[in-house]
């Protein structure tokens, strides 16, 4: 259970639940074991009148309306601690599943970007839901039925010993055989249940990516390798889920086989006690009831040591995830006002999965206020290039200055946040095209909404929709066109009145003449706005301050478009082209 070490924390923080439920989970127990104490005690009174005269049957009568009485009273009480425990224990549960995935979710957002390249949507999905729900069987059901059983345990044992020593120890010798081969089959439920986790984690990334692509999917009309693709893993969890199973399904027969066993030696052991005067019927009967009572705890023994270790790799799961380092890592946790001016020195960047060097030694400069183009082909280093303004990633050599303050020693979510970004792939949530734009400011007004898509250009589609600034996008924006889905992520960023605005690549999927439009509004709303844009296409540049060329990494031409003109070279070139 080491990894489940990591729980404690929660255990700590509901301790009084936790506490007050133990407390109330023994008196519960407790009033449980009067019934058949009192049933005993009701067969030894019947017995002695069967068996003397010397007592009269109205008192038998009184003796046992009483004990009848008390029967019911105390199953009343029991059941109503029964209550108390359940939502107690229960609830806590319920807590620490909030807790734990609120602790995960936090986690997610702070990891770097390097970590989604290499895990898949689906595995994290299946982490902060499928292993959550296992390890919160363990801290509601698991931990509620052991206090429960040990509490059970002891107080039924402890009277036992003391009314009927010899039979006592006859009755619980298949005891220690079952703990024995709960702890040899638990060994391999451990092991089960993290083969059968992993595949479930398989099966919700292909399914996920499947909803996803379903456009690719039946555009190439695949689906029949889909689905073969899809059975094959259903069956391949099916098998190690049996698989599983099947080692699951030894418990409760063995658990009643030996329970039976018990039995079998109250009957025979207490019989010939009886027998021989050695105790009373009473007792007789009242030990078969004691046996019958421990039979659902010590099954639980079984159930109980499955869900911890399936627990145990599921938290395993989840800790691989809560201790993997971010590798960007916020420095500072003083604000810092952001006013624009950006300085690259000397930068180099390499991938670290694929070994790419995508920066070499690049070097440049643009003042607040001011606007900067990035040209050239694709994988001459322009996403990267913004994406370490955004700080994204870290380079692996050289600095950048954001208002001469290098920007590792800036916070950054408030680096982030003073940034409006566009990114090349516009991510758009199921939401309405009003929550999609205020995505970018949570507390806008409808004014400023409807501002925002007037200047990206949006609003005289959104006037087209039925429901306007009501409708609601389906996943990932597929009901709009890419050049809506363009001007829809500009919105969401130029609400937000940023001090730096990078647009990568982000009017490409809009005609020249709007594309226009929405930069002479950029620049009438951005007179203090640092604008920085990643383009291919000359007109988008043209008006830009500095324009910088990159080719394989590396600045091949910087300078102004009336400069770069003049120079003859690549920018030069893409103009003729262009304007054919």
Known sequence: MVELKHLNKYLLKYKVKIITGIFITIIARIFALVAPNLIGNSITIIENYLFSSSIELEIVKEKLIINILMIVGSAIIAGVFTFIMRQMLINVSRFIEFDLKNEIYKKYQSLSFDFYKNTRTGDLMNRISEDVSKVRMYIGPAIMYTINTISLFTIVISYMIS?????????????????????????????KSKIVQ?????LTTYTQESFSGVKIIKTYTVEENINKQLNKLADNSREKNMSLVKIQAWFFPLMILLIGISNILVVFIGGRQYMNNEIELGVLAEFIIYVNMLTWPVATVGWVTSIVQQAEASQKRINEFLNTKSSIINNSENKTNIYGKIEFKNIDFIYPETKIKACKNISFSIEKGKSLAIMGDIGSGKTTLLELICRIYDPNNGSILIDNHNIQDINIEELRNSIGYVPQSTFLFSETIERNIKFGKEKASKNEVENAAINACLSNDIDFFKNGYETLLGERGVNLSGGQKQRLAIARAIIKKPKILIMDDSLSAVDTETE???????????????????THRISSA???????????????????????????????????????
């Open 542 to 580: 043209k008006n830009c301050d500095k324009i910088l060329v990159l080719e394989n990494g590396k600045v091949l031409e910087h300078g102004s478009h009336k400069d770069l003109i003049k120079n003859n070279g690549y920018y030069s070139k893409t103009q003729l082209k262009q304007s054919k």
């Open 163 to 191: 009314v009927a020593p010899e039979l006592t120890m006859y009755t619980l010798i298949p005891l220690p055989i079952l703990s024995f081969i709960i702890y040899k089959i638990s060994i391999i439920i451990n092991l």
């Open 516 to 534: 226009e439009k929405i930069l002479s509004n950029i620049n009438k709303i951005s007179e203090d706005i640092t604008l920085i844009m990643a």
């Open 198 to 202: 992993e595949y479930l984690s398989k």
